[in-house]
């Protein structure tokens, strides 16, 4: 039960994530007065720090083995690829 809840979880999150990178990098019709598909390309950077929670995420669930994982700690660690998608967002808007 654990294992499905937490592929589910990353599934809905890869399919969001990859909506919300594609929608960012295709710009507003404002912006996208070219006929470039991908007006800002460097939004593509969120999709490497997604994956970076998900890699830290499951490499947590395989250290402590799914049967000894309480479902509090699930819902933390199901909670991680969300927020490094928001981690993404925040560091191509601040910082670079």
Not at 27 to 41: K, L, M, Q, R, W
């Amino acid at each position: 039960m654990k294992i499905t809840l937490m592929i589910t979880n990353l599934i809905v999150c890869g399919f969001l994530a990859f909506a919300i990178t594609l929608f960012f990098a295709s710009g507003t019709i404002a912006e996208n007065y070219t006929d470039e598909t991908f007006v800002a390309p460097e939004y593509f950077f969120i999709l490497p720090i997604w994956f970076l929670g998900v890699i830290l995420s499951w490499f947590y669930v395989y250290k402590r083995k799914i049967e000894h994982i309480s479902y509090l700690e699930m819902i933390f660690i199901n909670i991680f690829p969300w927020l490094s998608l928001f981690v993404g967002i925040f560091i191509i808007h601040f910082i670079l």
